[in-house]
């Protein structure tokens, strides 16, 4: 999911301002991005709370402008299975703050 939100706030809709949506500049996304698409699809990526924040602002930003009817086709994920990745995110940004 990390992968697919990433490239929707990149490439699948405009983002006005990617630091103060996402938290971090479209340039730095698009690098984190490229370095995604050479690791193998079994690979875990460890993100630390900076890489967090993004991919939860990403999946927000994403879960909020991709309409419901068209979320799975698009990311690969169910809109209610995203919610829940996006609680747990909240959870682990909120206990290490």
């Given at each position: 999911m990390l992968h697919n939100v990433l490239n929707e706030v990149t490439h699948g809709f405009r983002v006005e301002d990617h630091q103060a949506v996402i938290g971090m500049p479209k340039s730095d996304l698009?690098?984190?991005l490229d370095y995604l698409?050479?690791?193998s699809h079994q690979?875990?990526?460890k993100l630390?709370?900076?890489w967090l924040t993004v991919f939860r602002n990403a999946l927000m930003?994403?879960?909020?402008r991709i309409h419901?009817?068209?979320?799975?086709?698009?990311?690969g994920y169910y809109p209610?299975?995203?919610?829940?990745?996006?609680e747990k995110l909240n959870r682990m940004i909120s206990s290490v703050q």
């Open positions: 698009e690098q984190f698409h050479k690791l690979r875990a990526v630390d709370l900076k930003e994403s879960l909020r419901v009817s068209e979320f799975q086709t698009r990311t209610d299975e995203a919610q829940a990745i996006l």
